[in-house]
C-alpha cells in the first residue's frame, strides 16, 4: 500500500511540475468548453427575422413591439407573405420567422387560446434552438403580463417547426461531444504517454527489477489520471450548467457512474497503448490518429452518423466516445433513465474488457 | 555458492534486414563478495549480459543464475535481491534527489532511514543538494545518486553497467572507492567499463568484444599472457614517428599510449640497435622496453 | 610549431552568465592553426557552456571572442561556415545511407555537386567503405560511424573542427584510429579542438586546457603542465587541479 501511494505522490509530482501537460490537462477542457459555449451565444444578437401577422389586433402588435424592442431580433418589414418567407429562409436572409395565425385577440378573448407559429432555419441548430427559446421567453413574458389583467388565463400556444433539420440533430452536442474527446485524451493519451516515458527514460528497467509488481506501475500510473479526468468531468458540468445554461436533465448519478465507465474504458485504452510503443512520440501519434480522429470523425460529434458512408458507419461502431455520446446525450439532455442507455453501457463495458485483457496478454514482466 | 553463473548464453537480436548475435556463447561466474569486471567496448554485448541476468530479458539459448536462482524461474525472487544501475543513470529527472531516494527506498520496501549507514558514505556528498532536482545534477552527481538508490534496499548483487561513462576521472576515481567499500561490506559486484584502465581495480575481469569474451582471468595474470616483447617509444615528432614505425619492417603493432607509441616487435630477440638507426632521424629518441597492461593485451586478442 | 603562427580561435574574457550561475568565468585563450587543442574538464566544469559559444549557438554574456577570424557575436554565420562540429550524441542520420549521409552534409555546406562527388569517392576509399557505402549508417559499428562521423565534420575543409568527446565508448583499436585521423587532419593544416574523458588522450594534444568550475586552471603542453605539477601523466595533473572543484553542478 505504501508503494502505491508514494508512486502515486510521484507521478502527481511528474504532472505538477510540467507547466505544459498542467496546461493540457486543467486548461484544455475549459477552453474547448468555453470556445463553444461562446460560439452559441454571440451569434444570436441582433439576427434577422420575418413577421407575418395575419391578425393585426391589439395582441399581435403588443407582441411584435416586444420582439422589436429585444436586442435580440431585427424584423425585416418587407416580407409579407408566406411565399416571401420561404425565398428569404432559402436566400438566408433570415433566420427564424413569426407567423400570427388570423383573428388572434378573437381567439384568445374567445377560447382564451390562439396559435403561434415560430419556423426556424435549423442548419444550425444551436443557434435555431437559442433563438427559439428566446422567442418563446418573449411570448410567454407577453402572456404573463396579460394574465395579470385577466381573471381567466389566457394561453398562447407557440408552435416551432425547424426548417431543413426537423429533429435538431447535432444540437447540445458540444457539451457531450467535449466531454466524451477531452475525456479520451486525458485518461488515454496522457496515461500511455506517462507510461511509456519511464521505458524511454529508462526507469522502467530499475522498476521491473525492483519488487514492485508490473500491475502495481500500471495501476499507479493510472490514478492520478482518473482523479484529473473527475475533476475535468466536475469542471465541465458546472461549466455547461452555469455558463452555458445547458441543464441534465437526466438523473446526476447515472450520468456520473456512465462517466467513471467511459474513463476506465479510456484508461485501458491507454494502457493498450503503452503496451505497443516504445517512445513517448509514439504513443502521442497513435493516441491523435488513432484516437483522436475517429472522435472528431465517427462519433458523431462534429457529423451526424447518419450522413456518413456505410463503411464508416460500420467503423463509427468501434469508436468508444460514439456509444457514450449517445449515452450523455440521453440522460443529460433528453433525461433518459438506465432502462434505455444500458445496451451503450454494455457495449463500453465489453470494450474495457477486451482492451484489458489484450493489455495484460501484451504487458512485459521484461523488457 | 557463486553470486553468478553464466553458462552459454546466446543472445541475437533480429531486424528487418539481418541479425545481431548481441553475446555470443557466453559463460562466466562471480564469486559471492567479488568485485567482478566485465571490460569491452560498447556494441560488445554487456549491456545484454547485465539485462538477462537481472531478469529482464531472456536469452535465445544458455542458463544463468544469481544466487542460485534461476534468471527465468525464480525472476520475482531475484528482483528482490539484487541492486541494478542500468546504462544510462535512470533517474526521474524532475523529482529531487531527496525525492528519488525516497522513491526507490518505497518500492523495494524499506525507508532511507531503515539503510542509511550503507548509502551514507556516498549520500553524504549529495545531502548538500538533496532539494535539487536529478536533471540539474552534474553527470557525476547523478552517477553517486544512481547508485545510492540501487544500494536502499540491502542487495546482496549490485548490477553496476558502465556506472562511469561519460564521467570526469575524479568522479570515476572516487565511484571506485565507493565499490571499494562496498565489497568490503559483502555485497558481490559485477561491473562493466568500456575504460580500460579500470579493469586493474577488479578483483578478475572478462575482456569482452563483439558478445565473445575473450578471456577471464585476474588482471594480472592476463596481462601476463601478453607474450611479446612491448616497446615505449618517444620522440619529438610523435606524428611522424608512428608512421615511421608502423612503416618498419618488422613491427608486428604500434599504436599511440598516451604520451609514448608502443611498438610490438615480431622477433623474439630484436636488434634494438637496427631499430635505432633506423629511426635516426628523429631527435630526443626514447626506446624503453615496458611491461604491457590490459589494453595492450585487449589489442592483441582484438587482432587475432 | 613556428614562431609566427596563425590564430584561430581567440578569447578575451569570455563570460557566461546563468542568472547568479557563472557558467564560464573570464575565459582568455588562443588556439592556433593546425593545433590540437584539448579542453579538458570534471563534468559541470563549464566546458558544453564554452564549446557553445565558440560554435555560434550561445550567446556570450560578456568579453569577446573570434573564430576563424569572425566574431561570436555578429558573424556566427561565418562562423558555423568555417567550422566543422561532431558530437557524441548526434553525427549521423543512422536512417540514411553512407553517401546520402555525405552528400546531405556536402550540400548543406554548399558544396558543389562535382566537388561532393570526387570527395565522396576519395572518402569512401580512404575508409575502406566501398561495400558499406549504399548501406544504411544505422547498420554499422560505433567505431565505424565515429570515424564516418569525423570524416564528414570536416568533409568541406574547415578551419577548425570541434569534437566533443569523441571516442567514448569506443574500442581501444578503433580509437587510435581515430587519433590517426586527428593527427592527420592537423597535419593538413586544420585546428582540432578536442574534448575527452580519456587522459592518455589528452597526451595527443599540442597543448591542453583544464577546466575548473567554470575558470581555466591550466593551459600549457602535456609536456610543460607535467613538470609544472611534478606528476607522470596528464590522469594525476587532472587529479590534482579537479579534485578541490567546489560545484556540485
Redesign the interface.
Same mark, same amino acid.
Given at each position: 500500500m505504501k508503494q502505491l501511494i508514494t508512486f502515486i505522490k510521484k507521478e502527481f509530482h511528474h504532472i505538477l511540475r510540467d507547466t505544459r501537460s498542467m496546461l493540457v490537462l486543467i486548461g484544455l477542457p475549459i477552453v474547448q468548453l468555453l470556445i463553444f459555449g461562446f460560439a452559441i451565444t454571440t451569434e444570436v444578437r441582433n439576427a434577422n427575422i420575418a413577421v407575418l401577422d395575419n391578425s393585426k389586433d391589439e395582441v399581435t402588435q403588443g407582441i411584435i413591439t416586444k420582439i422589436e424592442s429585444s436586442q435580440y431580433f431585427d424584423i425585416d418589414r418587407s416580407i409579407t407573405s408566406n411565399d416571401q418567407i420561404e425565398k428569404a429562409f432559402k436566400s438566408g436572409k433570415i433566420k427564424l420567422a413569426v407567423i400570427f395565425q388570423p383573428n388572434f385577440q378573437n381567439e384568445l378573448s374567445h377560447s382564451n387560446k390562439a396559435q403561434l407559429q415560430i419556423i426556424a432555419d435549423a442548419t444550425d441548430p444551436n443557434q435555431a434552438t437559442t433563438l427559439t427559446n428566446y422567442l418563446s421567453s418573449i411570448v410567454r413574458d407577453y402572456q404573463n403580463e396579460l394574465n395579470r389583467q385577466n381573471k381567466l388565463p389566457y394561453t398562447i400556444n407557440t408552435e416551432t417547426r425547424m426548417l431543413y433539420n426537423p429533429q435538431l440533430k447535432g444540437a447540445y452536442t458540444s457539451v457531450p461531444g467535449v466531454m466524451g474527446m477531452i475525456l479520451l485524451l486525458i485518461s488515454a493519451m496522457m496515461t500511455s504517454i506517462a507510461i511509456v516515458r519511464e521505458k524511454e527514460l529508462g526507469t522502467m528497467e530499475i522498476l521491473l527489477v525492483s519488487p514492485m509488481k508490473p500491475w502495481l506501475v500500471v495501476i499507479s500510473k493510472v490514478i492520478p489520471y482518473f482523479i484529473i479526468s473527475l475533476i475535468n468531468v466536475a469542471t465541465i458540468l458546472i461549466l455547461s450548467v452555469f455558463v452555458l445554461g445547458l441543464p441534465i436533465e437526466g438523473s446526476l448519478f447515472l450520468l456520473i457512474a456512465s462517466t467513471v465507465i467511459y474513463i476506465f474504458c479510456a484508461l485501458s485504452l491507454g494502457i493498450l497503448i503503452s503496451t505497443v510503443t516504445e517512445t513517448q512520440q509514439a504513443a502521442m501519434l497513435i493516441s491523435l490518429l488513432g484516437l483522436m480522429l475517429p472522435v472528431v470523425m465517427l462519433s458523431g460529434y462534429a457529423f451526424p452518423i447518419a450522413n456518413m458512408p456505410t463503411i464508416l458507419q460500420i467503423l463509427s461502431n468501434l469508436v468508444p466516445a460514439k456509444w457514450y455520446i449517445i449515452i450523455i446525450k440521453n440522460v443529460m439532455i433528453k433525461g433518459i433513465g438506465i432502462e434505455q442507455i444500458w445496451k451503450e453501457l454494455l457495449i463500453l463495458l465489453a470494450m474495457t474488457g477486451t482492451f484489458l485483457i489484450i493489455s495484460i496478454k501484451r504487458f512485459k514482466i521484461r523488457l | 555458492m557463486n553470486a553468478i553463473e553464466v553458462n552459454n548464453i546466446t543472445k541475437t537480436y533480429s531486424t528487418k534486414?539481418?541479425t545481431i548475435t548481441a553475446v555470443d556463447d557466453v559463460s562466466f561466474s562471480v564469486s559471492e563478495g567479488e568485485l567482478f569486471g566485465l571490460i569491452?567496448?560498447?556494441?560488445?554485448g554487456k549491456t545484454s549480459i547485465f539485462r538477462i541476468l537481472t531478469t529482464v530479458l531472456l536469452a535465445d539459448k544458455g542458463t544463468a543464475k544469481v544466487m542460485n536462482l534461476d534468471v527465468v524461474k525464480n525472476y520475482t525472487s531475484i528482483r528482490n535481491i539484487i541492486g541494478y544501475m542500468p546504462g544510462r543513470f535512470s533517474l526521474y529527472q524532475d523529482l529531487t534527489v531527496e525525492e528519488n531516494l525516497n522513491f526507490f527506498a518505497t518500492i523495494f520496501n524499506t525507508t532511507i532511514q531503515e539503510n542509511y549507514d550503507l548509502v551514507a558514505d556516498i549520500y553524504k556528498q549529495l545531502e548538500?543538494?538533496k532539494t535539487?532536482r536529478a536533471g540539474?545534477?552534474?553527470?557525476?552527481?547523478k552517477q553517486k545518486l544512481a547508485l545510492s538508490c540501487a544500494l536502499i534496499h540491502k542487495p546482496k548483487i549490485l548490477f553496476l553497467d558502465?556506472p562511469t561513462?561519460?564521467?570526469?576521472?575524479?568522479?570515476r576515481?572516487e565511484f571506485w572507492e565507493m565499490l571499494k567499500r562496498l565489497k568490503a561490506q559483502g555485497i558481490s559486484i559485477l561491473v562493466s567499463t568500456?575504460?580500460?584502465d579500470e579493469a586493474n581495480l577488479c578483483d578478475r575481469i572478462a575482456l569482452i568484444?563483439t558478445g565473445k569474451i575473450l578471456e577471464i582471468d585476474i588482471p594480472q595474470n592476463i596481462v601476463n599472457r601478453f607474450d611479446k616483447n612491448l616497446y615505449a617509444v618517444k620522440s619529438k615528432s610523435?606524428?611522424n614517428l608512428?608512421n615511421d614505425l608502423r612503416a618498419y619492417s618488422k613491427t608486428e603493432s604500434c599504436?599511440?599510449?598516451?604520451?609514448y607509441h608502443h611498438l610490438v616487435l615480431n622477433e623474439e630477440h630484436p636488434d634494438m640497435n637496427e631499430l635505432k638507426s633506423y629511426l635516426k632521424d628523429h631527435t630526443e629518441l626514447e626506446i624503453t622496453q615496458i611491461k604491457p597492461n590490459i589494453?595492450d593485451r585487449?589489442?592483441q586478442l582484438?587482432?587475432k | 610549431m613556428t614562431s609566427e603562427k596563425e590564430i584561430v580561435i581567440k578569447t578575451d574574457n569570455l563570460t557566461k552568465k546563468f542568472g547568479d550561475f557563472i557558467a564560464a568565468n573570464e575565459i582568455t585563450f588562443e588556439v592556433f592553426k593546425g593545433e590540437i587543442f584539448g579542453f579538458l574538464? !570534471?563534468?559541470?566544469?563549464g566546458k558544453t557552456t564554452a564549446m557553445k559559444m565558440l560554435i555560434g549557438i550561445s550567446k556570450p554574456s560578456s568579453g569577446k571572442a573570434t573564430i576563424a577570424g569572425f566574431d561570436v557575436y555578429k558573424e556566427t554565420e561565418k562562423i558555423k561556415k568555417s567550422i566543422g562540429y561532431m558530437s557524441q550524441k548526434f553525427s549521423l542520420y543512422e536512417d540514411l545511407t553512407i553517401n546520402e549521409n555525405i552528400q546531405l552534409f556536402g550540400g548543406i555546406y554548399g558544396l558543389s555537386d562535382d566537388e561532393i562527388e570526387k570527395r565522396r569517392s576519395e572518402l569512401i576509399n580512404k575508409l575502406n567503405l566501398q561495400n558499406e557505402a549504399d548501406k544504411l549508417v544505422g547498420?554499422l559499428?560505433?567505431?565505424w560511424k565515429q570515424k564516418l562521423a569525423f570524416s564528414i565534420a570536416i568533409f568541406h575543409t574547415p578551419k577548425i573542427v570541434f569534437l566533443d568527446?569523441p571516442t567514448?565508448?569506443?574500442?581501444?583499436?578503433?580509437r587510435?584510429q581515430f587519433?590517426?585521423m586527428i593527427?592527420e587532419a592537423?597535419?593538413n593544416g586544420i585546428t582540432v579542438f578536442v574534448t575527452t574523458?580519456?587522459?592518455?588522450?589528452a597526451?595527443?594534444c599540442d597543448r591542453v586546457s583544464i577546466m575548473v568550475d567554470g575558470v581555466i586552471k591550466a593551459l600549457d603542453s602535456? !609536456?610543460e603542465l607535467k613538470k609544472q605539477f611534478k606528476a607522470n601523466?596528464?590522469?594525476e595533473v587532472?587529479?590534482m587541479l !579537479?579534485?578541490d !572543484?567546489k560545484?556540485?553542478?
Open positions: - | 534486414k539481418n569491452g567496448p560498447d556494441g560488445s548538500p543538494f535539487r540539474k545534477l552534474s553527470g557525476g552527481m558502465e561513462t561519460g564521467v570526469d576521472p575524479v568522479s576515481k568500456p575504460y580500460m568484444q610523435m606524428f608512428l599504436f599511440a599510449f598516451g604520451q589494453e585487449f589489442m582484438m587482432r | 574538464g !570534471a563534468n559541470g566544469a547498420s559499428p560505433l567505431g568527446e567514448g565508448g569506443v574500442d581501444p583499436i578503433t587510435r587519433w590517426d593527427y592537423s597535419h574523458h580519456y587522459m592518455d588522450e597526451e595527443y602535456p !609536456a601523466s596528464m590522469d587532472f587529479l !579537479a579534485r !572543484a560545484r556540485g553542478e
